[in-house]
């Protein structure tokens, strides 16, 4: 070849490259192009950092870490065996379900009580039930120290232990969680002994001090009762009567006849007059008989009736018949106090509230906890919302500053 061969013209790299129609590559082509491969390293490390990595971890957690969970279930109900309750509902309802009702307030009372301290001290003290969870360190999610506080193991054991209420039923649902078959059902049987001996116990610290209660009212009328007989027989003794009622009843019956006697007097007087003269005996001593009569009528009249003498007969009536009601009155609370003792211990005798087991703890056949496919399923689509939520937030972010 000779030299006249024409050669291609070089082009220098400072010099950018213009489009033409032949099609070309710019230089912001390559801008735009780099950019969105930016944006897809930063979309495929956000979706990494949410999703993949979680969902890795949580992965391995279910798979390798997690300890299975049995759980034995029971229902119970506190059923009331007084006939207080049973007189709230109408006879028809008591005919339809011939049981008694149950009582929502101590069955409240038991919920609190099996999820509380006093019940995991009971547990540990007959089964040493933080110990079967203490130490295990393979699940970080339910794992507890064996020097963990009481306020710790507390927490713990509200985690595994529930007792939910049935506004419908009135039963108590009580599940119980353990890692082991055998000692879930072991657990939830003692607790149901346990909460026995607490719903009869409230029962009869109740009855207790139903009885207590009616024991001072008795003793306190009995006290009212003595004060109120010992000062009849003070008032009696003082006044010389037995009964001051009927000693004015009589003195009146006296002042009857007397002013009968002293009618019938002026009467004979008066024929007397009629028939003799002034100076005759007979009339004379029919005037002495009627002033006898007289001055005996002034005196029981003086002595029955007052306005200010505390010694007369009325007064003394209205002082002794005021005693005699207090003393009435304090008799029949006396006997209404008598009564209601022995009432009230005739029902602390009684077994007033029981638990009643619907349905008896269960022995687990395989474990119900955790469930894994429905946990990682349902941490998938949560993690892939909270990242299509957050793609979105970024792109109108980046829109707003472009």
Do not use: C
């Not at 009616?214 to 003793?219: C, I």
Request: hydrophobic share 40%; proline share 3%.
């Amino acid at each position: 070849m000779s030299d006249s061969t024409p050669q291609s013209p070089v082009t220098s790299p400072s010099v950018p490259i213009a489009a033409g129609p032949s099609g070309t590559v710019t230089d912001l082509d390559l801008e735009d192009s780099q950019a969105q491969a930016a944006q897809r390293r930063r979309q495929r490390r956000l979706f990494w950092g949410m999703v993949v990595i979680p969902m890795l971890l949580a992965l391995v957690y279910y798979v390798f870490l997690a300890d299975s969970r049995y759980v034995s279930q029971a229902q119970v109900a506190v059923r009331q065996t007084n006939g207080e309750s049973s007189q709230a509902l109408p006879g028809l309802a008591m005919m339809l379900t011939g049981t008694n009702p149950t009582s929502r307030e101590e069955t409240l009372y038991l919920r609190e009580y099996i999820r509380s301290q006093d019940m995991l001290d009971a547990l540990n003290a007959r089964l040493d039930w933080t110990a079967h969870f203490a130490g295990r360190w393979r699940d970080p999610l339910y794992w507890l120290s064996r020097d963990a506080s009481a306020e710790d193991q507390l927490t713990f054991y509200q985690r595994l232990v529930n007792a939910r209420f049935d506004e419908e039923t009135g039963l108590l649902n009580i599940t119980v969680e353990a890692l082991d078959p055998a000692f879930a059902q072991e657990s939830l049987d003692f607790i149901l002994k346990t909460s026995e001996g607490f719903v009869n116990e409230l029962s009869h610290r109740m009855a207790r001090e139903q009885v207590r209660f009616a024991e001072d009212e008795l003793a306190k009328a009995h006290r009212d009762y003595e004060s109120q007989r010992d000062r009849i027989l003070d008032f009696q003794r003082q006044n010389q009567f037995l009964d001051a009622g009927e000693s004015a009843r009589n003195r009146a019956t006296i002042i009857a006849e007397l002013e009968s006697r002293l009618v019938t007097a002026h009467a004979e007087l008066k024929a007397l007059k009629a028939r003799l003269s002034s100076d005759a005996p007979a009339v004379r001593t029919k005037q002495t008989e009627i002033r006898a009569l007289e001055q005996q009528l002034a005196v029981e009249n003086k002595r029955l009736l007052s306005d200010q003498g505390q010694n007369n007969l009325n007064v003394v009536a209205a002082q002794f018949r005021k005693l005699e009601v207090d003393g009435k009155i304090a008799e029949e609370t006396y006997k209404l106090a008598v009564v209601a003792l022995q009432n009230a211990r005739i029902e602390a005798s009684k077994k007033i509230r029981s638990l009643v087991t619907v349905v008896s703890p269960n022995l687990p056949d395989e474990a119900l906890y955790p469930r894994r496919l429905y946990n990682l399923f349902t941490l998938m689509v949560v993690l892939l919302l909270v990242y299509g939520i957050t793609r979105f937030i970024i792109a109108s972010i980046e829109d707003h500053r472009d």
